[in-house]
């Protein structure tokens, strides 16, 4: 048991150091690749690193033919769409181009149209949004 005494007693700890905050370098933290976007990413943002491409895959149902899938901003541009009657699902490449966000969107009717004889006609929509940042 004195050793450890007499160890203790010549021992000198030294102070702790105050936390460092992490490095930062001048460039953004590279975007997650390759994407594919589906209803799971409805209403969600995601980040798109510039020059890569992704694909929007909305789901064929039955339930309904959805639009066009359409960008807000030249950001992100349209390379290739498919889907149209009678398939009910749509697909579209895209790739962002530069810095900045845009807006994906498409939207279908909810109820079978047209309505069914003596029915009542119905105007809902569902939609699809995902907002995309390209750093």
Known sequence: MSAI????????VPPESPPQPPP?????KPCPSPHELSMADNGQTVCVAAGD??????PD???GHW???T???DAVDVLLLT?????SGTQADFMARHK????????RPVCPSPAPPGGMSCQAMQAFTVTVTVP
Not at 5 to 12: D, E, P, T, Y
Not at 83 to 87: D, R
């Open 100 to 107: 900045g966000t845009a807006k994906l969107t498409s939207s």
């Open 61 to 63: 149902d039955g339930k």
């Open 67 to 69: 639009t066009a899938i």
């Open 83 to 87: 889907g149209s009657p009678p398939i």
């Open 24 to 28: 930062t370098s001048g460039t953004p």
């Open 53 to 58: 491409k992704f694909t929007v895959k909305l």
């Open 71 to 73: 960008s807000d901003s």
């Open 5 to 12: 005494l007499v160890a203790g007693c010549g021992s000198r």
